[in-house]
């Protein structure tokens, strides 16, 4: 009985690490990190210390990273996608290697939101309801608040709310200075001079005061079917303005991009419901090109690419394997889950957004894969190259170039600091699974959970003339109830801490589970990494003290290692 009891917890276990102590009293450290069992009863270690190939002169530690690099690839294979990058191999997470598939309470805890979160948010008892909203009231009644609490409900409506949300909500990747008017957008000083406070657009634009959103890549989708009703989504330009008093507000709308009489140019001057109807199309749109474009494809299916890449290409004993590694914990399970859960034939975008599955993933992925370039992942030159250098309150600029920066220092080994592509080249593969993951993830229920802030799917087409919205067409234009709830449930389950980050802190950026670095020069190095990331934490604590709706998603503290969630 004894030995079936041994047998049994033996078949199959995690070794962290082995410590080897020579006759002389020193310790060597073997990192593993592994789980062993009967496909894998050996395992090959070699000593904390990183080393290049070209460095290493032992011929048996030589064939090993050889030898392990097979096995690799053979764990991690590529799969091919059509227009979009190649992931994982993989159909379930079950196909996964152990090491690298969620902890087992991680496991329980998206199991259980995944099932629970309506019940969580009271809401269980309106999944099948296909009602419209009888008024705005009865919607917040109904749905529980995101932080901060209450201050999206109160402002969802105001331009100033709607311009501060394109610099710091949950994706502050449209904007950009606008210096020449697009061809396609036909606005004159006539239309706004009331917004530039009798000034005219060549001067404005001259003074660097004018963006634009433009929204193209949305330009062509016929709309999704969703409970039998068609679905309607907008391709819009909208042009922004920074006031004197340091505000970005929206000074004129236009929904689709091809001119003409059928597509007005709206504007804050026209009646409360035209204006306030032409932000929602607007926010409409944001949901999918920020959804699909700046969250999915540029981090989470990026992150991907980095994970197989790194497991595949540098053995353990690589420098480059121990600094990257632990910034691909859960990435490539979480992305299995999103394939299957969001835009799989019977997933979220097929049931519950404008677009639909199809179009989603065959026509406007490869589309925004197209307008991906390298300098558009490095902040530095991304901010330059939108020109918003000087715009004020930018907040997600000013904390992402301090993490930025931080996180170019944070280099190991030394002696790869005079290759300054490579080093930009690790900077962006971190900043984006981590930063940048948290910048466009982690809002999306402070911003989402008030419904008209951010509508996945709207059952109406966009108003072809002024004058005829009324509050009555906006409520039939918005989502249906079940589309909202569900749409609500992903982004709270999305934005939602795990129980492995806020309580052990093992994911937070700068915490590192495995002890990979045993030379003093690098653990100094990731000592230094974390003091700067703790004086970035002080500093933006002490800006939103001052601030009556905190930026905080790029607070350190609030960061995790890897594409997690």
């Known amino acids: 009985a004894k030995q079936r009891i041994y047998a049994f917890f033996l078949k199959e276990w995690f070794c962290a690490k082995l410590v080897v ?4 009293g020193a310790k060597i450290h073997f990192p593993c990190y592994q789980w062993l069992n009967k496909k894998k009863p050996v395992v090959c270690l070699c000593s904390d210390k990183a080393t290049l190939v070209n460095k290493e002169t032992n011929s048996i530690l030589l064939n090993q990273r050889q030898q392990e690099l097979i096995m690799r690839q053979q764990e991690f294979r590529w799969k091919p996608q059509k227009g979009i990058p190649w992931c994982i191999d993989a159909d379930e997470a079950s196909d996964l290697p152990n090491e690298v598939r969620f902890s087992f309470t991680k496991r329980m805890e998206l199991d259980y939101n995944a099932v629970k979160v309506l019940v969580e948010l009271e809401l269980e008892s309106l999944m099948h309801c296909t009602d419209t909203w009888r008024s705005l009231d009865e919607l917040h009644k109904l749905l529980r608040q995101p932080k901060p609490k209450g201050y999206v409900y109160k402002h ?9 949300q394109c610099l710091n909500g949950m994706n502050p990747m449209v904007i950009e200075r606008c210096s020449t008017l697009p061809n396609n957008f036909p606005v004159t000083d006539d239309m706004v001079k009331s917004s530039l406070g009798g000034s005219c657009l060549k001067k404005e634009m001259e003074k660097g005061n004018i963006f634009l959103c433009d929204y193209k890549n949305l330009n062509g989708f016929k709309g999704n079917m969703i409970n039998d009703k068609k679905q309607y989504l907008a391709a819009p330009l909208c042009l922004l303005f920074s006031t004197p008093e340091k505000k970005l507000i929206p000074i004129a709308i236009q929904l689709y991009q091809e001119p003409g009489l059928e597509n007005p140019i709206f504007l804050p001057t026209d009646s409360k419901w035209d204006w306030l109807l032409a932000k929602i199309f607007v926010r409409s749109a944001e949901f999918h090109e920020h959804e699909l474009n700046f969250h999915l494809l540029r981090t989470h299916l990026l992150a991907e690419v980095f994970s197989v890449a790194t497991l595949r290409n540098l053995p353990s004993a690589h420098p480059l ?5 632990p910034h691909t914990r859960y990435t490539l399970q979480i992305n299995i889950l999103a394939r299957n859960l969001l835009i799989s034939n019977n997933g979220i975008f ?8 199809d179009d989603a993933v065959e026509i406007f992925l490869p589309r925004a894969v197209s307008s991906l370039t390298y300098s558009s992942l490095c902040l530095p030159d991304n901010i330059k190259e939108r020109g918003l250098e000087e715009i004020p309150n930018y907040y997600y600029r000013d904390d992402g170039l301090k993490l930025w920066d931080i996180i170019h220092k944070y280099r190991i080994p030394s002696s790869f600091s005079t290759v300054e592509e490579l080093v930009k080249f690790v900077t962006m593969v971190i900043f984006t699974v981590c930063a940048q993951h948290a ?4 809002g999306q229920f402070d911003f989402g959970g008030w419904m008209p802030n951010l509508p996945s799917s709207l059952r109406c087409p966009p108003p072809e003339r002024k004058g005829e919205s009324t ?13 909202t709830i569900h749409g609500l449930a992903v982004l709270f389950l999305l934005s939602k801490a795990s129980f492995d980050y806020v309580s052990v802190n093992i994911r937070q950026l700068g915490e590192f589970k495995e002890e990979l670095f045993g030379d003093e020069a690098a653990c100094q190095c990731i000592s230094e990494f974390k003091k700067d990331l703790r004086v970035l934490d002080e500093e933006i604590d002490i800006r939103t003290g001052d601030l009556e709706l905190p930026y905080c998603y790029l607070k350190p503290a609030t960061v995790e290692n890897s594409v997690a969630l």
């Open 439 to 442: 910048a466009v993830n982690n």
């Open 350 to 357: 097929k049931k519950f957004t404008a677009m639909g599955r």
């Open 471 to 483: 509050e009555r067409i906006i409520l039939e234009t918005l989502p249906d109830v079940t589309t």
């Open 321 to 325: 394997f121990k600094l990257l590694i």
């Open 21 to 24: 102590t020579t006759p002389e």
């Open 156 to 164: 969802w409506d105001s331009d100033e709310f709607f311009g501060y």
